[in-house]
């Protein structure tokens, strides 16, 4: 019979520490088995190579012709082994492919806008696809269709992993001012004022809706299909609106528009980035959600010393021919 074929390659291992050692008890010590056990393997490979290896000399155990031939080319192909099958060394300059992602607006605010540095930098051969978040977004990340997701709520099914990215609270936005930001609103009257909500994707609600269904009467001005859309409205309209900190602060930036604390309290969310099992073994889907990791940590980090408008307070409600002037 072929030698390779009676030959079991798990003791090629135990083979070199017993030559390098020369010892039983020494290449048992090393392995971290037993005495008799290291013995055992031995007459395993010496049976299997029709050779005794080890011999006893004088000053102690001893190799044998065929043992000395074999161990040099024997750590030679060990090494080679283990360097063939050690996943490459990941570079990121060397990319050149499109990573796809679903995430919503508010995901590409958050999470999209702050790797985007880092990976035109470190990965200027690679470039990003994104896909409207939806029902099917798991699945198609499953499927192999998508590389990553980002996601406001635990993204679940059979080989999803995640990390999460941070926990979010909620801020109110109004038009620089509005008739409501010289005193605090109470909680009864918040509604008094109409709203402009967005309602992006499966898991993204409206954090007022369950209020709004339990007595409180509300004029919803507009349920807008994107987070981005929110702002034309609120600055153009006495509307408030109630959205994700993080894309509140940045509107209220960039279209001069007021923040304010809401005057109930509302739950937090997390945020995450979901890759697929299929993908533990790419190196690159695994560093850009790594990178999206510590890029949204460094850009809350940046944010919290950043000098900022502090919320307004917003007052109380307009007359009822103002509100209905502002719902037209």
């Known amino acids: 019979m072929h030698l390779a074929r009676r030959l079991d390659l798990r003791l090629l291992s135990s083979l070199e520490i017993l030559l390098e050692t020369r010892s039983v008890s020494r290449a048992a010590d090393r392995l971290g088995v037993s005495q008799p056990a290291m013995s055992r393997i031995l007459a395993r490979l010496r049976d299997q190579l029709d050779d005794p290896l080890l011999v006893r000399g004088r000053g102690g155990m001893v190799l044998t012709p065929r043992a000395e031939a074999l161990a040099g080319p024997l750590k030679g192909w060990l090494s080679q082994g283990e360097a063939m099958l050690r996943p490459a060394a990941f570079d990121p300059a060397s990319l050149d492919r499109t990573f796809r992602i679903a995430s919503t607006d508010f995901g590409i605010l958050s999470v999209i806008r702050p790797v985007a540095p880092a990976l035109a930098e470190a990965a200027p051969g690679a470039s990003m696809e994104i896909e409207a978040l939806s029902a099917n977004s798991l699945r198609r990340l499953a499927e192999g269709r998508l590389d990553l997701v980002v996601i406001g709520y635990p993204p679940e099914g059979n080989g999803v992993r995640f990390r999460k990215l941070f926990t979010e609270s909620r801020l109110g936005l109004m038009r620089r001012g509005h008739p409501a930001s010289a005193v605090a609103l109470t909680p009864d009257k918040l509604f008094d004022w ?77 945020y995450y980035v979901a890759w697929h099992d299929r993908s533990l073994a790419d190196g690159a889907t695994r560093w850009l959600a790594e990178e999206m990791a510590d890029s949204v940590a460094a850009f809350e980090e940046r944010e919290r010393h950043a000098v900022v408008r502090p919320p307004r307070m917003p007052a109380a409600p307009p007359p009822i021919g103002l509100l209905a002037a502002a719902a037209r």
């Open 194 to 270: 109409p709203h402009v909500t967005a309602l992006v994707g499966d898991g993204f609600s409206d954090p007022l809706e369950h209020l709004a269904g339990e007595g409180q009467g509300r004029k919803v001005l507009m349920a807008a299909p994107s987070f981005a859309s929110v702002p034309f409205m609120v600055a153009d309209t006495d509307a408030l609106a109630i959205l994700p900190s993080k894309a509140a602060r940045h509107f209220a930036k960039v279209y001069d528009l007021d923040t304010f604390e809401p005057p109930i309290p509302l739950p937090t969310f997390d």
